[in-house]
């Protein structure tokens, strides 16, 4: 196992996992909506997103324990794609939500158990959101840090005059 790194602070690992939980929630509340037929459910925006975020956890996670260069950019980028993907995620369940509220005597004829899974969605894009900043936050940190450490002479080749 290569570590060209600093030890790498807990809060990589607790933003890997802060990603992994909004990932499965939204997973789950996107299955649901396309399971139960919600508004924009057929989109299946919950999936693909909470399954990004999925993957991109278990990256946080794997760079955590390798300690890698390489680790720390791959995480990086993902997170900059799952923020990306949250703000996608909150923007269709808002539209959602709010053609699913436009009922008229709600919570009587309204489909409780889509407003309730679009919320879900909105509040793990919104999870997703700000563990993808702090993520991305750590992994400039680190990756700084590093280049800070490099020695001059590695960094620009010399020539001889």
């Not at 600093?6 to 909004?22: W, Y």
């Not at 909506?33 to 919950?46: E, K, R, S």
Request: aromatic fraction near 10%; include cysteine; hydrophobic fraction near 50%.
């Amino acid at each position: 196992m290569a570590t060209d790194l600093p030890p790498l602070p807990k809060t990589f690992v607790g933003s890997a996992i802060l990603q992994l939980v909004a990932g499965a929630v939204a997973l789950n509340a996107g299955s649901l909506a396309l399971i139960w037929g919600c508004t924009d459910g057929y989109i299946a925006t919950g999936i693909w997103v909470g399954s990004v975020v999925f993957i991109t956890s278990i990256i946080g996670i794997l760079t955590a324990v390798y300690r890698e260069r390489s680790w720390v950019i791959s995480y990086l980028s993902l997170s900059l794609l799952g923020a990306l993907l949250g703000l996608t995620l909150v923007a269709i369940e808002l539209s959602a939500l709010w053609t699913d509220l436009q009922c008229r005597d709600y919570p009587i004829t309204c489909d409780t158990q889509c407003i309730r899974v679009h919320e879900f969605n909105i509040g793990s894009g919104a999870v997703e959101i700000f563990g993808a900043f702090g993520a991305v936050v750590l992994c400039l940190k680190n990756l700084w840090e590093l280049a800070q450490g490099i020695p001059y002479s590695k960094l620009v080749k010399h020539t001889n005059i």
